[in-house]
């Protein structure tokens, strides 16, 4: 028999959307900004869910809100890049999690390779075709092919917690078989 830790406070019946909030505030992630365009029109919105699927072939997933006008933007175009953001751009994050603004106006913004915008001065951008795209829950689970990638200097911009947080390198040599 399992017993939960004096800590752990179980729940008691259904997940609800506070308690995953506060569970997952407890992984750290990097923050990124998705980008595209259909028609000509721009859209992009900040994301931290993503991660790195596979190097051969290069793949990576990024979670989009279900029914926001950028996630039917790179559905429907099957092209987009994920702008990595640095502890510098925490204002971008902040303007593209903001809803229905035009999140590219004053922006400097640079076109891609695919034709899709790329943040300027980000830490990397990985453009990206449409692989795989899935529904799951209130998101849409968006796996890309990256066929072009781009990566300087600098220091990640992390969330923890519902806040920004900076990421500490602790100074080990790089983990290759970490992925």
Not at 68 to 87: E, P, Q
Not at 117 to 123: G, H, K, M, S, T
Not at 149 to 156: F, I, L, N, T, Y
Request: hydrophobic fraction near 40%; proline fraction near 7%; glycine fraction near 8%.
């Amino acid at each position: 028999m399992t017993t939960m830790p004096p800590d752990c406070t179980p729940a008691s019946g259904p997940v609800d959307a506070p308690a995953m909030r506060t569970a997952m505030g407890h992984f750290a992630t990097g923050v990124a900004v998705v980008t595209t365009a259909l028609d000509g029109i721009p859209h992009g919105m900040t994301v931290n869910s993503l991660t790195s699927v596979s190097l051969s072939p290069p793949l990576i997933l990024v979670c989009l809100t279900t029914g926001a006008r950028t996630t039917d933007a790179i559905l429907s175009a099957d092209r987009f890049a994920l702008n990595v953001l640095s502890t510098r751009q925490e204002q971008l994050a902040l303007r593209f999690a903001r809803r229905g603004e035009d999140h590219f106006s004053g922006l400097p913004v640079k076109t891609g390779a695919h034709e899709v915008p790329v943040i300027p001065d980000a830490l990397a951008h990985l453009e990206c075709s449409v692989y795989r795209a899935l529904t799951a829950g209130d998101h849409e689970v968006v796996i890309g092919e990256v066929s072009k990638v781009c990566s300087r200097e600098g220091k990640p911009l992390g969330f923890l917690g519902g806040r920004f947080s900076d990421v500490v390198d602790r100074g080990h040599e790089p983990v290759a078989w970490f992925f």
